[in-house]
């Protein structure tokens, strides 16, 4: 049979010319196909073994509520004990928010979730079609507010200047239509980008379900919030402030009108970066404190979420410096040609191209950022990683880490992998729509 007949008999496409491509296309790509295969079945067999088919998943309880981790320790090598789990798990997401309170920070996680799976939806982003309806709520508000204190103007004026008394028997309407007019117009503002009513909205309840003293919850002390809403609380608010200070650091660095904006910016980025976060963090214990007036005293995960905010924008003002650097020049002239302020030019031209250019090393930043909250035990903070540490000082399960760090590394996948999966989607949206 000659060499074409047998080309035809193979298939070009499917899962067939797919396997033959990638991982059959020559003798040594086939040889390390089948050791790699060889070696990741065993491993996947021995711990499917492990984590499912000899694992205990409860044990018994004494009298007094002490865990008996006899079973565990008899399957001990051969098979995982995740009744820690089931046992620890409160601790280990919730810290030690108030046990009979702890459906708050589980709602505040889900409320999290929710809120990062509707900021993927890039239509969220944009202005609704419903804008001018919105605008009109917004300037109806300004109106309200303009009106009573134009009011209570004139009646001042008319106070100190003319000596006049006049009683204002419109005041309470007055000062409800302020207050309507104010709740309008934010409500107008906010609206006109859903996604960022959304998400004002949504940390406003998160900050409510955690410290209490509203609507009937129980106070909280920062000093009991801990777990896995820590954790989030200090990437999310930590990211969203720094990405935008970045990105003035960034353009700051790059400067040729202001040189002491740009001598400010080179000096702060290469003092954060030259220093560990551990460092800074320490330092935003034990400084901040030094600076404020006497008798103001800001909390710990304050303290931290500032140091967290500083030490990740000098990191992301470096990641959007590059890809100010990566556009061509002609991108500044052409825009300086159509007449375009710098503010204009660096918003709708120069900013949406390099940010677009380094969606990678933006995210693998983010995702660094992510891992790097469970430092804050330096001071003081427990977070989801350091929860899981306080849960094996347990004298019945000190011998079982392993499944505790299994399980914590399954959470910070799920996030990283998240962040991950969505930055090469959207990067292969923007790129399709670049080749239209």
């Known amino acids: 049979m000659s060499d074409a007949a047998i080309a035809r008999k193979i298939p070009s496409i499917g899962a067939v010319a797919w396997l ?35 694992a205990v998943w409860h044990v018994p309880y004494s009298k007094t509520g002490i865990a008996e981790t006899a079973v565990c320790q ?22 030690r928010f108030p046990y009979d309170e702890q459906w708050r920070p589980a709602i505040v996680i889900i409320l999290f979730v929710a809120l990062f799976a509707l900021s993927t939806i890039r239509s969220v982003w944009r202005k609704g079609t419903t804008a001018v309806w919105v605008q009109r709520v917004a300037l109806a508000g300004a109106g309200l507010i303009v009106l009573d204190n134009a009011v209570d103007l004139l009646l001042t004026i008319a106070q100190v200047g ?23 117009f934010v409500f107008g503002l906010l609206l006109l980008w859903p996604a960022i009513g959304v998400w004002v ?7 409510i379900l955690m410290s209490g003293g509203i609507a009937g919850l129980s106070v909280v002390p920062v000093d009991y919030w801990g777990g896995l809403p820590i954790t989030l609380i200090l990437a999310t608010f930590g990211l969203a402030f720094a990405f935008p200070l970045a990105i003035l650091v960034a353009l700051g660095r790059r400067s040729t009108q202001m040189p002491a904006v740009k001598t400010l910016c080179v000096v702060y980025v290469e003092l954060i970066r030259g220093v560990p976060l551990i460092s800074v963090l320490f330092m935003a214990s034990v400084m901040f404190p030094l600076f404020m007036p006497p008798g103001i005293n800001i909390d710990k995960l304050l303290r931290a979420q500032i140091a967290v905010i500083l030490f990740a924008a000098a990191y992301l003002a470096e990641v959007v410096r590059g ?15 159509l007449g375009l302020t710098y503010w204009q030019k660096t918003g709708f031209i120069i900013l949406p191209q390099a940010l677009r250019l380094v969606i990678p090393p933006l995210v693998n930043t ?20 350091t929860m899981g540490k306080v849960a094996l000082s347990d004298p019945p399960w000190q011998s079982f880490s392993t499944e505790v760090y299994v399980f914590l590394a399954f959470i910070y996948i799920l996030f990283c992998y998240g962040m991950s999966r969505y930055s090469r989607g959207l990067e292969r949206e923007l790129n399709n729509a670049r080749g239209r």
């Open 20 to 54: 033959r491509a990638n991982l059959f296309g020559s003798w040594m790509s086939t040889a390390i196909t089948l050791a790699l295969g060889y070696v990741i079945l065993r491993v996947g067999i021995a711990f499917v073994d492990w984590a499912f088919v000899n």
């Open 74 to 95: 008899n399957a001990k090598g051969s098979g995982a004990c995740w009744a820690i789990i089931a046992d620890k798990y409160r601790l280990i997401l919730f810290g």
């Open 162 to 184: 003319f000596g006049l008394h006049i009683s204002n028997p419109l005041g309470p309407l007055l000062g409800t239509l302020n207050t309507i007019g104010k709740c309008g």
């Open 201 to 207: 909205a949504t940390l406003a309840v998160i900050f």
């Open 323 to 337: 890809g100010l650097q990566a556009l061509p020049k002609g991108q500044t002239e052409a825009a300086d040609a």
């Open 366 to 385: 983010f995702i660094g950022f992510f891992k790097d909250t469970s430092l804050v035990l330096i001071i003081g903070i427990f977070d989801l990683l």
